[in-house]
């Protein structure tokens, strides 16, 4: 398997990607992907007036609250896998996101009360749906994982473009710890050049990994080259 | 021999324990949301576990190549906590996700009007979306317990062949099976059937919606006594069709009705990081 990569749904349009998806439907799961956007566009609409920033959820802070009844279509973005084939229920996610446009509070309680698909899904959207740092408590829970599912999925283009330096290294470091590849980090090369810092941990973790008798991540010496300053390479 | 464990409580489990379900032929757990031993004390606790037996267990479980369901519930014991009720508001949200497969485990603990309650609540759920429903039959009192849940099951929406009777034993499986519903038989080391009874229940019952478990978790019990039934069945004179019938055919069969069981781990975090233990990792 090779790990997704996050930037992949930024650059197609909505139509684009839905065209590109229903293509690989089947019949029953294209409707129901149909009436899924159509409760996503409709709930689009419904927020579009409404002025942003109001009832901001913080993950770290306040307890999101769950609503009585949640919106139709997030029991789509729920459901996708059954209805959709669990291949393409990333893709069906990443487009309901895409339509819908959840608010930042919309959008915290379905990474609260969504399952680790639906995490992932949060998490692959946000550079789509946000260009600040607003959603980065996202990012942090989900680092503060040990799923690569989700570790991957933090350390996308959203978490390239707003973690701290310190944040940062530690997701890099802990993508060598749990394996996952560091392909899947965005922007490494761009925020790895000349970042003494992170050189030093990862030799240091290396210098560990070697007196535990135990091997050093091949991945690991790839980042350090990457940190050779500019005028040194 | 291929075993589905319809029941068993994965969180309370080492990886050891999964090395050797793999080996012993497990590739398949459904884990029911259960008492945790320690009483919880809010609906955020149920959360937090919904969310592992979502999340992190799954993922734990595909690494040794076991696919894992999971059926959620207020269970009967802590139906009875005014503090934890309130947990049935915000069910619903968890019950639409595509790794659940049942409503579970709920069914009596004491017979109280506030068990009544919530499983009546709760049947009604499973009806609602579409979920089969696993009901335990109380420890104490269970030939009384089973005939109040049958009363309960029967009054409510959902059909009872989509109710798995679980923890049965020979004072009660005639009752059950006269029902209509499938048939759960939980082995453990000391308490409720061994396999030799339990071999005994298969010859006299037959195989048909029959459903055996280890309801392993963090008390005195086993998660390889699916295993040691299937062997005890060989011994006794059944032929692999029948033991692949109740370790794997009849379970596939019973939370299949939800139309949500992947029986191929999708995205095997296994493959992600080719060899090196994820588990050791943060050490
Ligand atoms: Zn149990």
Redesign the interface.
């Known amino acids: 398997m090779t790990v997704p990569r996050p930037s992949g749904t930024r650059t197609a349009s909505v139509a684009a990607s839905r065209a590109e998806l229903e293509e690989r439907l089947d019949g029953a799961a294209r409707t129901w992907l149909s009436e899924a956007l159509a409760e996503a566009a409709h709930a689009a609409e419904q927020h579009a007036g409404q002025p942003a920033g109001q009832d901001v959820a913080d993950l770290t802070g306040i307890p999101v609250p769950p609503p009585a009844r949640p919106a139709a279509w997030e029991l789509r973005f729920a459901s996708a896998g059954r209805h959709c084939g669990g291949e393409h229920a990333a893709a069906v996610r990443a487009l309901l996101l895409r339509t819908a446009r959840p608010g930042q509070d919309a959008l915290a309680r379905l990474y609260r009360y969504g399952d680790a698909a639906e995490r992932r899904a949060v998490l692959l959207a946000l550079p789509a749906l946000f260009s600040g740092p607003e959603a980065l408590d996202l990012v942090q829970d989900a680092l503060r994982t040990h799923d690569t599912r989700l570790v991957a999925a933090a350390v996308g283009p959203y978490g390239a473009a707003h973690l701290d330096p310190h944040s940062w290294r530690h997701a890099v470091l802990k993508c060598l710890f749990t394996g996952v590849p560091v392909d899947a980090v965005a922007g490494l090369a761009k925020r790895a050049r000349a970042d003494a810092e992170l050189a030093r941990m990862l030799t240091d973790f290396a210098a560990e990994r070697t007196a535990a008798g135990r091997p050093v991540p091949g991945d690991l010496h790839r980042v350090l080259a990457l940190t050779v300053p500019p005028e040194a390479s | 021999m291929r075993i589905f464990d319809p029941h068993i409580h994965m969180t309370s489990r080492t990886t050891d324990d999964y090395q050797a379900m793999h080996g012993a032929g497990v590739r398949a757990v459904v884990e029911p949301s259960f008492w945790l031993g320690q009483p919880r004390t809010s609906p955020?606790s149920f959360?937090d576990y919904f969310?592992a037996l979502?999340?992190?267990e799954?993922?734990r479980a595909a690494q040794y190549g076991i696919a894992h369901h999971c059926a959620l519930a207020l269970n009967p014991k802590e139906a009875n906590d005014p503090r934890c009720v309130p947990v049935l508001?915000?069910l619903p949200?968890?019950l639409?996700?595509?790794?659940v497969v049942a409503v579970g485990e709920i069914g009596y603990d004491s017979m109280t009007p506030a068990e009544d309650t919530a499983l009546a609540a709760q049947l009604q759920l499973a009806a609602e979306h579409g979920l089969p429903a696993l009901v335990h039959t109380p420890h104490r009192d269970k030939l009384t317990g089973l005939r109040r849940t049958l009363d309960v099951v029967r009054e409510s929406a959902l059909p009872v062949d989509r109710v798995l009777l679980d923890h049965l034993n020979e004072t009660t499986v005639k009752e059950a099976a006269g029902s209509g519903a499938w048939l759960g038989f939980s082995v453990y080391p000391d308490t409720k059937m061994d396999e030799d009874r339990m071999v005994a229940v298969l010859k006299e019952h037959g195989t048909a919606r029959v459903l055996v478990n280890s309801a392993a978790d963090w008390g005195r019990s086993d998660p390889l006594k699916t295993r040691r039934v299937g062997d005890a069945m060989l011994a006794a004179g059944f032929g692999e069709d029948e033991v692949d019938r109740v370790l794997w055919r009849n379970p596939v069969a019973f939370y299949g009705l939800s139309?949500?069981l992947?029986l191929d781990p999708?995205?095997?975090?296994g493959?992600?990081?080719?060899g090196?233990?994820?588990l050791r990792?943060?050490e």
Request: aromatic share 10%; hydrophobic share 20%; proline share 9%.
């Open positions: 955020e959360h969310d979502l999340g992190w799954p993922f508001d915000t949200r968890y639409v996700k595509d790794s139309g949500r992947r999708p995205d095997d975090p493959t992600l990081h080719e090196n233990s994820i990792g943060g």
